[in-house]
Each structure stands twice: as structure tokens, then as C-alpha cells.
């Protein structure tokens, strides 16, 4: 009784060491590197522990900015992308011709370098000496005034990096909710129409409750994606964001290890566990909304 007890701990003891090796304990490392006012690298040593760290990471006009964007850019692009992906997703469920090609080509997006996108988006956006770009091309044809979208204006930069964002995201979300969708019982769908029960009514009372918990998935991992966002803004806007006032929270905690700025652990050790505690904040309200509102 005893070895079969032992015998589901031994399989997992692999997945144990490893998250225990790469996952819990660099966060219980961070976590003490976070207090540890001054802590130098190089000779391994700091001169005193408290929450100065904190104060200036929550007080540096960088931070905040990097904060203020990461905001912006999580509030916009998850429900945008996840709209966008079910509407697409509900478009492809019902097209029986060439579906399998329509979703080939919405999935390319996701399987291509994402900084090889970020450079098409630039050229498609950025003004030059020579042309104003594509997409002020269109703008001036329906009449109105080319946009700096790269170098110009913040909104017009926010616009860009979250037009950018819900691009990339969105193949991988369009795929999970094909799938969703092609796993809802047929039957409940049939019993609607025999009720003569209109589309409308069946998409919002039968399909959206039965692919809620791929929705759930979806806008979690959505949120945690974007809290992460960091590599989209330097493949759009180069390496030094705080000139542009494009950085985020991951782009400021990398600026303060190895950029311009950088040499100072412990301040983006601190940045670190408040980008941790915010969004397992938000997870955490999202389950609780969850509770009520995911079909199970």
C-alpha cells in the first residue's frame, strides 16, 4: 500500500526538480535580492536590507511610464484579440470550403520571428525621406494628414504597438477556439433549430457557454502575455524604449541589468516581484470571476 503511494511521487519527481531548480527558486532569489539595498554583483556584497528598493523603482519616472504602457497595452489588446479570434474562429467553423487553408493562413502570423514581423510593421508605418508609408498612403487617399507613427506623437506609437500586439497573439487564439468550437456537441445545436431558435440566440446561450473555459484560457494567458511584452516594442521601436517612451515593465527590468542603465540587481530584482504581484492579482480576480461566469 505504501510502495503505491510512493510510485505517483516518483513520476512526478522529474517536474518537481526542475520547477523547484528553475522556477522557485529563482523567485525566492529574486525575492532577497529585492531587499538587499545596493547588493553589487561583482563582489557579491550590498551595505543594508529594507524597502529602498521598492520606493525607487515605484518613484522612478522610467518605471512608471514602463508601468502606464503595459497597462494600456493589456487593457486594449486581450479582449481586442480574443474578440477578434472568435468572431474569426465562429467565421471559419462555418465555412466548410478551403477551411483547412483559411486557417493556415491565419496561423502564419505566430510560426514567424516575431522581430522579422515587428520590422514589416515598421516599414508599413515608419516615415522616411523618400516615402511616408503604406499606411499613410491610405490615409491620405480617404484625405487625411501622414502620422509619424514610429517617431512621431505617444498615441500614435500606443496605436502601433497594440495593432502590432493583437496581430501576433491572435493566430494562436484563433487555432485554440477553431478547435473549441469543433468540439461542441452537435446535438445541443440540433435541438435548438428543431426549437426554431435564431443564430444569435445560439451562439450567446449554447456556443459561447460551452468553449468558456477556452475563453478563460485564453484571456489569462492573454493577461500574462502582455504584463510580459517586450520584444514587440524593440522589434518596432529600437533598443532604447525610454528615449521613446514605448518601454515596459520587462523592458525596464532588462534595462536595469544589462542596459545603458543597467548594473542594478536589486532594483530590478524589485521590479521584477511587483510585475509578479500584479499580475497574479489580476489571475487571481479572474479566477474568481470565472467561478460565475465559465461553464463547467
Same mark, same amino acid.
Given at each position: 500500500?505504501?510502495?503505491?503511494?510512493?510510485?505517483?511521487?516518483?513520476?512526478?519527481?522529474?517536474?518537481?526538480?526542475?520547477?523547484?531548480?528553475?522556477?522557485?527558486?529563482?523567485?525566492?532569489?529574486?525575492?532577497?535580492?529585492?531587499?538587499?539595498?545596493?547588493?553589487?554583483?561583482?563582489?557579491?556584497?550590498?551595505?543594508?536590507?529594507?524597502?529602498?528598493?521598492?520606493?525607487?523603482?515605484?518613484?522612478?519616472?522610467?518605471?512608471?511610464?514602463?508601468?502606464?504602457?503595459?497597462?494600456?497595452?493589456?487593457?486594449? @489588446?486581450?479582449?481586442?484579440?480574443?474578440?477578434?479570434?472568435?468572431?474569426?474562429?465562429?467565421?471559419? *467553423?462555418?465555412?466548410?470550403?478551403?477551411?483547412?487553408?483559411?486557417?493556415?493562413?491565419?496561423?502564419?502570423?505566430?510560426?514567424?520571428?516575431?522581430?522579422?514581423?515587428?520590422?514589416?510593421?515598421?516599414?508599413?508605418?515608419?516615415?522616411?525621406?523618400?516615402?511616408?508609408?503604406?499606411?499613410?498612403?491610405?490615409?491620405?487617399?480617404?484625405?487625411?494628414?501622414?502620422?509619424?507613427?514610429?517617431?512621431?506623437?505617444?498615441?500614435?506609437?500606443?496605436?502601433?504597438?497594440?495593432?502590432? @500586439?493583437?496581430?501576433?497573439?491572435?493566430?494562436?487564439?484563433?487555432?485554440?477556439? @477553431?478547435?473549441?468550437?469543433?468540439?461542441?456537441?452537435?446535438?445541443?445545436?440540433?435541438?435548438?433549430?428543431?426549437?426554431?431558435?435564431?443564430?444569435?440566440?445560439?451562439? @450567446?446561450?449554447?456556443?459561447?457557454?460551452?468553449?468558456?473555459?477556452?475563453?478563460?484560457?485564453?484571456?489569462?494567458?492573454?493577461?500574462?502575455?502582455?504584463?510580459? *511584452?517586450?520584444?514587440?516594442?524593440? *522589434?518596432?521601436?529600437?533598443?532604447?524604449?525610454?528615449? *521613446?517612451?514605448?518601454?515596459?515593465?520587462?523592458?525596464?527590468?532588462?534595462?536595469?541589468?544589462?542596459?545603458?542603465?543597467?548594473?542594478?540587481?536589486?532594483?530590478?530584482?524589485?521590479?521584477?516581484?511587483?510585475?509578479?504581484?500584479?499580475?497574479?492579482?489580476?489571475?487571481?480576480?479572474?479566477?474568481?470571476?470565472?467561478?460565475?461566469?465559465?461553464?463547467?
Amino acid at each position: 500500500m505504501e510502495k503505491n503511494k510512493l510510485t505517483p511521487w516518483l513520476y512526478l519527481l522529474p517536474a518537481i526538480v526542475f520547477l523547484g531548480a528553475f522556477m522557485v527558486y529563482p523567485l525566492i532569489d529574486v525575492f532577497i535580492y529585492s531587499f538587499e539595498e545596493g547588493y553589487n554583483s561583482a563582489s557579491q556584497t550590498y551595505f543594508g536590507v529594507g524597502g529602498y528598493n521598492y520606493s525607487y523603482v515605484l518613484h522612478d519616472p522610467y518605471f512608471l511610464q514602463a508601468l502606464k504602457n503595459t497597462f494600456i497595452l493589456v487593457i486594449i @489588446t486581450v479582449p481586442v484579440s480574443t474578440a477578434l479570434a472568435l468572431v474569426i474562429s465562429a467565421g471559419l *467553423a462555418s465555412v466548410k470550403p478551403l477551411r483547412d487553408l483559411y486557417q493556415t493562413v491565419y496561423f502564419l502570423p505566430y510560426v514567424t520571428n516575431t522581430l522579422a514581423v515587428g520590422l514589416v510593421f515598421m516599414i508599413l508605418f515608419k516615415k522616411t525621406p523618400y516615402s511616408d508609408g503604406l499606411i499613410n498612403l491610405l490615409i491620405n487617399m480617404f484625405g487625411g494628414q501622414s502620422v509619424d507613427f514610429i517617431d512621431g506623437p505617444y498615441w500614435a506609437k500606443m496605436f502601433v504597438l497594440c495593432f502590432y @500586439t493583437v496581430w501576433v497573439v491572435m493566430p494562436f487564439k484563433i487555432l485554440i477556439l @477553431t478547435s473549441a468550437l469543433a468540439s461542441v456537441d452537435r446535438n445541443y445545436y440540433n435541438a435548438a433549430k428543431v426549437d426554431g431558435t435564431s443564430k444569435m440566440r445560439i451562439f @450567446t446561450k449554447i456556443t459561447l457557454p460551452m468553449i468558456s473555459p477556452m475563453i478563460f484560457y485564453l484571456v489569462i494567458t492573454g493577461f500574462i502575455g502582455a504584463f510580459k *511584452a517586450y520584444s514587440d516594442a524593440v *522589434a518596432l521601436f529600437g533598443t532604447d524604449l525610454n528615449a *521613446a517612451q514605448m518601454n515596459t515593465i520587462v523592458g525596464y527590468i532588462y534595462d536595469m541589468l544589462y542596459g545603458d542603465s543597467g548594473g542594478y540587481p536589486s532594483y530590478a530584482s524589485a521590479a521584477a516581484i511587483i510585475l509578479f504581484a500584479v499580475v497574479l492579482t489580476i489571475t487571481c480576480i479572474n479566477l474568481i470571476i470565472s467561478k460565475n461566469k465559465v461553464h463547467h
